[in-house]
């Protein structure tokens, strides 16, 4: 399956605005996640559609479906890790 298909899809555009997947895919309220962005310290970049204090922050969902791929990826690989045959189990 393609991630990026299957989110946009989901979300039907290619620009979500933060506050609608930042509780999910990172595990925060918006607040934070709002203070993150500005910084440029989510796990994906995020920009503003407009020069405002109150415009809207958003993340594009290739960058998205990037990162979720990473972190199977990684989990996928710690998995085959511990679960390799030989390994002894306590």
Known sequence: MNTVWLLMARFEKPSVPLDQVCEEFFG?????????????????????????????????VRDLAEHIDKQRQAAKDNFLKVNSPGRLHG
Do not use: N, T
């Open 28 to 60: 925060m309220k918006e607040k934070q996640a709002r203070m993150l962005a500005s910084a440029q310290l989510l796990p994906v970049p995020a920009f503003k559609l407009r020069d405002s204090e109150k415009a809207r922050w958003f993340i594009d």
